[in-house]
């Protein structure tokens, strides 16, 4: 994979001044040409977001960091990133802005609140969006942005924090061809996998349908261990066997959710960090939202939905999603009662 970006790789504080702009020029559409020397501002410091701006410092991009909480900022600042105090400030600083923030009423509060990105918006900017929201906020901001001369595209990502970490991420990309194209080294510098999936809009809603199918199969994994270990299988040996047959999925194969079965996996550590059930609630919400509004059948999908948020509302919403299976193994029922 050749990025230019990518290539100069220097680290951390002195990239800025190690990016010259020769070297693929003549890929770039004209409108956007010149912008690889500049400042990337990333909003949105948490899980996801505080990797993500890690791989684009590590592969030499110059980066300007924002997050309401002042301490997510401070490795980033230790490594070299500069700080903007709020994202107006950081939209006249920067012509590319990628935001990775939880919700809907974040991303909206972030571009068009008070102080937010389109107070101070350069005409040519290139923003891009890669929380996980409704596709039809997408759409709105999209035209916000037009009318200020910006571009808006949604890259909502897959993989999880270990991905994230790893530089390995896929990005699914809503956005016309000449600005996927005007993004997609960026990309690259965090994921493995940049996928172009239409206009915008269209990465927000290929990430719920993956999304919608990830819980659904968590759920069906948690439910299939629990009662292998109630017959008596070693959780271990029930996981192979899985692995080696026709149940075998994303979540049996790498996200374990039995405790001890797998390393480095969330349910191994207490299910800390990785993706929270309020996080997965909310795009099954946004699934279910989307079925309605074209009148598709998702009866697993809306029982999924139905599950997560039971379990926000039992003390698991910051634990990570594959918990669904401490919650089915003690024993809750539908009507929250053990
Ligand atoms: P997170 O809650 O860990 O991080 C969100 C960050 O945004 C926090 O640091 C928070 O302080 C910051 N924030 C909130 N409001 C803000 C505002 N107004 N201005 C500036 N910063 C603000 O969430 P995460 O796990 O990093 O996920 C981010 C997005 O990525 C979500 O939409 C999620 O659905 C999606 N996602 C997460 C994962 C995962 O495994 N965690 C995987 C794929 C996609």
Redesign the pocket.
């Known amino acids: 994979m050749a990025t230019f970006g990518c290539a100069i790789a220097s680290a951390g504080k002195y990239a800025c001044r190690s990016l010259l702009l020769s070297a693929s020029r003549s890929t770039l559409p004209t409108k956007f040409i010149g912008r690889y020397a500049s400042q990337v501002g990333f ?8 990797h993500m701006a890690r791989n684009l410092l590590s592969k030499g991009h110059c980066i300007v960091v ?4 002042p301490e ?1 900022m401070t490795q980033l600042v230790d490594s070299g990133a500069l700080i903007a105090q709020h ?1 107006a400030d950081m939209a006249e600083r920067c012509d590319r802005i990628i935001t ?4 809907s009423p ?1 991303v909206q ?2 571009y068009a ?1 008070e102080n937010g990105i389109f107070q101070q918006v350069k005409p040519g900017t290139l923003l891009i969006d ?4 409704d596709p039809s906020v997408t759409k709105d901001l999209a035209i916000m942005a037009e009318k200020r001369g910006a571009v808006f595209l949604d890259a ?6 270990l991905s ?1 970490k790893q530089g390995a ?1 896929t990005f699914m990309v809503g956005g016309k061809e000449s600005e996927y194209e005007a993004i997609k080294e960026l990309l690259y510098c965090m994921g493995e996998n940049v996928v172009h999936c239409g206009d915008v809009g269209t990465g927000q809603a290929a ?1 719920i349908c993956n ?1 919608m199918a990830l819980a659904i199969s968590m759920i069906g994994t948690s439910e299939a261990m629990n009662l292998g270990i109630r017959l008596g299988l070693d959780p271990k040996m029930m996981s192979k066997i899985l692995n080696m047959s026709s149940g075998r999925c994303w979540a049996s194969e790498v996200y374990n959710p039995v405790p001890g079965v797998m390393e480095k996996v969330p349910s191994s550590n207490d299910y800390q960090g ?3 059930t309020a ?2 609630a ?2 099954l919400g946004l699934a279910q939202l989307a079925a309605t509004k074209t009148s598709s059948p998702t009866p697993l999908g809306s029982l999924a939905h139905q599950i997560y948020r039971m379990m926000v509302n039992s003390g698991f919403p910051h634990k990570d999603f594959s918990s669904v299976f401490l919650y089915l193994q003690e024993g809750h029922t539908f009507n929250g009662r053990k």
């Not at 909003?43 to 505080?50: A, E, K, P, V």
């Not at 924002?66 to 909480?69: G, N, S």
Request: hydrophobic content about 35%.
């Open positions: 909003i949105g410091l948490g899980n996801m977001g505080t924002y997050d309401v909480y997510a994202p990775m923030l939880p919700s974040h509060e972030v609140g890669s929380s996980t929201i909502p990502v897959s993989g999880g924090v994230a991420l990430k999304n990785g993706f929270g996080l997965m909310k795009d």
